[in-house]
T-cell receptor
């Protein structure tokens, strides 16, 4: 089984709709992250969490919110989706320590019409 | 602020030839450096990292990278490329000495195409 899972894998929605992307990890990591990937821009950090009570904004948090329901679960919400939020979204987890690598989920392809 | 540059959008190489993917970085303090690979329809996979010590780092699938502090570079290399190495490669940096190091900053990615 995959260590970091994301649901759904693909989603098409309409402008103005609320949508939630979910992420779970079985690695026992404290740190979890949400990124979006756009062609040529690499991955940009939306939000990150170092434990259940610690949520931090990344470089592009406007229009997004997150919830860390448990150590293993970190969900991303788009309260009112807009077309420029069409992107590939990745969740990642990491063991504590800035020198440790991150483990990524398979991604969610989101299209906002 | 920390940043990463991958100057080549795409690298084309013949199978069996050496492969190099370039990366330069900027941090206020000392860097932690990472390479990840993304195969089609997959998440990113960790290849290797530089934390401290030997400037030549060996990683997965026969890849290695050389840390050069004076040139602020961390180029990824493979002596003999395989068709299966065709993928999108990302360099990433963390500043180990400032609060910015809580976050990983990625380059824009380099697409590698290995032709038979």
């Amino acid at each position: 089984d995959a260590d970091v899972t994301q649901t759904p894998r693909n989603r098409i929605t309409k402008t103005g709709k609320r949508i939630m992307l979910e992420c779970s990890q079985t690695k026992g990591h404290d740190r979890m992250y949400w990124y979006r990937q756009d062609p040529g821009l690499g991955l940009r950090l939306i939000y990150y969490s170092f434990d259940v009570k610690d949520i931090n904004k990344g470089e592009i948090s406007d229009g997004y919110s997150v919830s860390r329901q448990a150590q293993a679960k970190f969900s991303l919400s788009l309260e009112s989706a807009i077309p420029n939020q069409t992107a590939l979204y990745f969740c990642a987890s990491q063991r504590e320590g800035n020198y440790n690598e991150q483990f990524f989920g398979p991604g969610t392809r989101l299209t906002v019409l | 602020a920390q940043s990463v540059a991958q100057p080549e959008d795409q690298v084309n190489v013949a199978e069996g030839n050496p492969l190099t993917v370039k990366c330069t970085y900027s941090v206020s303090g000392n860097p932690y450096l990472f390479w990840y690979v993304q195969y089609p329809n997959r998440g990113l996979q960790f290849l290797l990292k530089y934390i401290t010590g030997d400037n030549l780092v060996k990683g997965s699938y026969g890849f290695e990278a050389e840390f050069n502090k004076s040139q602020t570079s961390f180029h990824l290399k493979k002596p003999s490329a395989l068709v299966s190495d065709s993928a999108l490669y990302f360099c990433a940096v963390r500043d180990m000495t400032t609060a910015a190091g809580n976050k990983l900053t990625f380059g824009g990615g380099t697409r590698v195409l290995v032709k038979p």
